[in-house]
């Protein structure tokens, strides 16, 4: 495949670049979009740390990661390329003096600067402080950050103000990296490109609306981070939060940043809020205890390494919310997202109203509803499940439920489903900010949440259990269950 539009090269400075999300995500990343020839060949890349590292051992470092976390053989051409473009400098990112040398590496004539804050939300500031200070940023440069942006609404607003003390709004890039997903992003395609959705995307025609993200991990020794944050907060806030904006949207004027962000704001704005008078009802927190995953034993939340053993943090979450506007009035959506469950499955399902009389009683005492269910992963792709007449010369006619499936590796046999972290690093560096989170979005997102926090606070409900490889505790089913409805299994 062949980049055919050409971008300005970048600086592309890594702060944190020996860490984590360096090593397993970004370098990935950024190799891949080499293989793929989509890095413009004047792009440079820097990666900045503490540690005293000369650039041979950077690349050597660099090298070493993709032999850990890429799922492919490395090519030795495509690392060529790459290895070329690295280059090392070490900062103690809390030393203001130190970032001065950055005026000697970075290029502003030729290239954008796009800085990547790939460290935790406390050195935001020194970083901001130091970058202000060496004079080395132009209105032109960038800054790219991702979540943990703040575990409320007064921490975000904490992080966002420290960032825009330095950066103006329009050079700040907010990774969801569920927005990088290619199924997600085809959400915009499904409801705004076919007429079908067009017309019977409301509450005429939807019965309800549920969205799953399932994992089967755990919290992968991450037992500090994970404690003090939660699924809701992990997960919810943005990730779940941002394919219910997708879904629920109105049409959006054309596909710029600002004409979805709009109308995403919107739909965090309607969202009902879950109080201390409707918490009990509206949601459920689980924990997972000791069970089996595809047959292994795992030991629950609480025997996890370095675990709290009274803690009462949820690894499970499940949500009725209500949207009060005109398109979804009267349209529950329910939400769940847990750690630890039967299996990795993130999906839309989209359940159709049933119709108001049948005439197929030989078949079915009640006609099930169509139902539209979107895979956003593993095995990315779109089902209608509909009724259908089975074919022979019976005296009644008889129906099946049947599956109109499209799925992307089989429809799109030639195109590569790139990951959420390649899309976004690559419109970063391209500078387009349609699929990053707006200030506005997350603090609303924010507002949201905290009520339910608070809510869960107040009562100091401990979660209910659920034994790993589970769907999670039963009252999640319950949830549903009093409304006479239940989840897709
Ligand atoms: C991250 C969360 O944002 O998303 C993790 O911090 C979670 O806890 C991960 O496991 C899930 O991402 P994906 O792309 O594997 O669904």
Redesign the pocket.
């Known amino acids: 495949m062949k980049n055919e539009k050409t971008f300005k090269p970048c600086d592309l400075v890594i702060y944190g670049a020996l860490g984590d999300l360096s090593k397993r995500k970004l370098l990935i990343s950024l190799y891949s979009l080499e293989n793929a020839n989509f890095i413009e060949t004047d792009t440079r890349i820097i990666g900045v740390d503490r540690h005293d590292l000369k650039d041979s051992e950077f690349v050597e470092l660099a090298y070493k990661s993709l032999q850990e976390f890429l799922n492919d053989d490395i090519d030795d051409a495509v690392w060529a390329r790459f290895s070329a473009r690295l280059s090392y400098l070490k900062i103690d990112l809390t030393q203001m003096d130190q970032y001065r040398q950055l005026n000697a590496v970075i290029d502003q004539k030729h290239r954008i600067m796009v800085n990547y804050f790939a460290v935790a939300p406390f050195l935001f500031k020194s970083i901001c402080q130091g970058l202000a200070k060496s004079g080395v940023l132009t209105e032109n440069s960038r800054m790219v950050m991702?979540?943990?942006i703040g575990h409320d609404l007064k921490s975000s607003k904490e992080i966002n103000d420290v960032v825009a003390s330095v950066f103006n709004e329009k050079q700040v890039y907010r990774i969801?990296?569920?927005l990088g997903?290619e199924t997600v992003l085809n959400l915009l395609a499904l409801r705004f490109a076919n007429s079908i959705f067009t017309t019977n995307w409301n509450h005429n025609t939807i019965d309800h609306i549920q969205i799953t993200?399932a994992?089967e991990?755990g919290?992968?020794g991450?037992f500090d981070?994970?404690d003090k944050?939660g699924?809701l907060r992990?997960?919810l806030q943005?990730?779940l939060l941002q394919i219910l904006t997708f879904i629920a949207m109105e049409p959006p004027v054309n596909l710029e940043a600002d004409s979805i962000h709009n109308e995403k704001i919107k739909v965090l704005k309607a969202l009902r809020p879950i109080t201390l008078a409707n918490v009990e009802e509206k949601t459920v927190r689980g924990q997972y205890s000791a069970g089996y995953i595809k047959g292994s034993a795992v030991p629950g939340y609480l025997e996890e390494d370095g675990a709290n053993t009274d803690s009462a943090t949820e690894s499970f979450v499940a949500l009725r919310v209500d949207i009060d506007n005109w398109r979804w009035a009267g349209v529950p959506f329910y939400l769940r997202t847990g750690?630890r469950l039967t299996a990795?499955r993130?999906e839309i399902v989209v359940y159709f109203k049933q119709l108001p009389h049948n005439i197929f009683k030989d078949s079915f005492r009640e006609l099930p509803p169509n139902k539209l269910i979107i895979h956003?992963?593993p095995n990315e792709g779109v089902e209608i499940e509909m009724l259908n007449k089975i074919p022979g010369i019976d005296e009644h006619i008889k129906l099946k439920k049947t599956k109109l499936d499209l799925s992307f590796s089989d429809t799109f046999k030639k195109s590569r489903i790139f990951?959420?972290y390649e899309k976004l690093v690559l419109e970063a560096m391209r500078g387009n900010p349609t699929l990053f989170l707006s200030r506005e979005e997350i603090e609303q997102a924010w507002t949201w949440i905290d009520s339910i926090q608070n809510a869960w606070h107040y009562y100091q409900d401990a979660p209910k259990p659920y034994p790993a490889g589970t769907w999670g505790p039963v009252a999640s089913v319950a949830l549903l269950a009093r409304d006479g409805r239940a989840w897709e299994e």
């Open positions: 991702e979540k943990p969801d990296h569920y997903k993200a994992e991990v919290i992968e991450r981070y994970f944050t699924q992990d997960m943005n990730h750690k990795k993130t956003l992963q990951g959420g």
